[in-house]
């Protein structure tokens, strides 16, 4: 039996996100503290939804990273393989409130100090999905790292994910990014991007053809194109091509997260092995009750429930 469901390797930093919703941050005037970080979300919402995640991460020694790991155990998420550095701060970002794609400002620092002894063979043998993000992957030492613990993971049998979150911002050479990108998704990992990642990754845009035929170029199967308020689609080697409309939301409050969400929730069905539909479906349900919230998923998550209010 394992004994770990998810490992999230990557990005731990605090998100300030801004409290007036739709405003520049150049506008913004005041910010409220969010524990950050697409794999740490991930990590979050999976405890949220009785899975076993354990996160492996960086931050400083200082007072945001205690407050990092505060939270981590009041979510109950395994922060063994976290690591605080003494002499580097915590990673942070400020984030505009919006009900579209967020602008942000990243000041990174910590986040991306991980070593090949925070995650031993041993442990990776534990679970069942090893998950990372492209955020994660474009520095050293982390990407490093990373890319040899997913080789190890793919030899002891594990499934991979990524999800493609590229920003010029964090990762400004885009040649460097898709050879990093080639490296890891020849592991064949199941692969989350959206419509502003692809036209960041590509700086310009391009049709689900040849976004499909790119990344299944590379090695992926499974590819999930989230496109907003436009739904979702997913081409497969093996079960097609299909889509997905969005759930109907009245008003959106805070789309910080959302992937994230859809994203576990996917993971989620597909540790249950759920067919390729449900796993969508089930993931756009969790999307859509984070976008109903500010901050995290809310507490009283019952996932069974989700899943029935689908069928």
């Given at each position: 039996m394992k004994s770990i469901d998810i490992i999230c390797v990557g990005e731990v930093l605090i998100d300030f996100i801004g409290h007036e919703i739709n405003t520049s941050i150049n506008r913004t005037k005041d910010y409220h503290r969010f524990l950050g970080g697409s794999p740490t979300n991930v990590a979050v919402n999976a405890t949220r939804i009785g899975l076993k995640s354990l996160l492996v991460a960086s931050c400083g020694q200082d007072g945001l990273g205690d407050y990092i790991i505060r939270k981590l155990k009041s979510n109950n998420v395994d922060v063994s393989s976290v690591k605080m550095i003494d002499e580097i701060p915590t990673s942070v970002i400020f984030v505009s409130k919006s009900t579209e794609t967020p602008d942000f400002i990243p000041y990174r620092q910590a986040d991306c100090e991980l070593?090949?002894?925070?995650?031993?063979?041993?442990?990776?043998?534990?679970?069942?999905?090893?998950?990372?993000?492209?955020?994660?992957?474009?520095?050293?030492?982390?990407?490093?790292?990373?890319?040899?613990?997913?080789?190890?993971?793919?030899?002891?049998?594990?499934?991979?994910?990524?999800?493609?979150?590229?920003?010029?911002?964090?990762?400004?050479?885009?040649?460097?990014?898709?050879?990093?990108?080639?490296?890891?998704?020849?592991?064949?990992?199941?692969?989350?991007?959206?419509?502003?990642?692809?036209?960041?990754?590509?700086?310009?845009?391009?049709?689900?053809?040849?976004?499909?035929?790119?990344?299944h170029n590379l090695g992926a199967t499974t590819i999930c194109l989230t496109k907003g308020k436009n739904g979702v689609v997913v081409s497969d080697l093996n079960e097609g091509l299909f889509f997905q409309k969005a759930v109907y939301i009245q008003e959106v409050k805070d789309s910080t997260g959302a992937g994230d969400a859809f994203w576990t929730g996917f993971l989620y069905a597909q540790i249950h092995k759920k067919p390729l539909v449900e796993c969508v479906t089930i993931a756009q349900k969790l999307a859509s009750i984070k976008l109903q919230n500010v901050g995290r998923l809310p507490d009283d998550l019952n996932i069974e429930e989700i899943i029935s209010q689908n069928k």
């Open positions: 070593t090949i002894g925070q995650l031993p063979d041993e442990t990776i043998e534990q679970a069942k999905i090893f998950h990372t993000t492209c955020f994660a992957l474009s520095k050293n030492p982390a990407r490093e790292m990373i890319l040899n613990r997913a080789k190890k993971a793919k030899k002891l049998g594990l499934k991979l994910s990524i999800d493609i979150n590229f920003s010029e911002r964090i990762w400004p050479n885009r040649e460097e990014a898709k050879l990093v990108l080639k490296e890891y998704l020849s592991n064949d990992p199941l692969v989350k991007l959206s419509e502003d990642d692809c036209y960041r990754l590509f700086a310009e845009v391009k049709s689900e053809e040849f976004i499909f035929d790119y990344f």
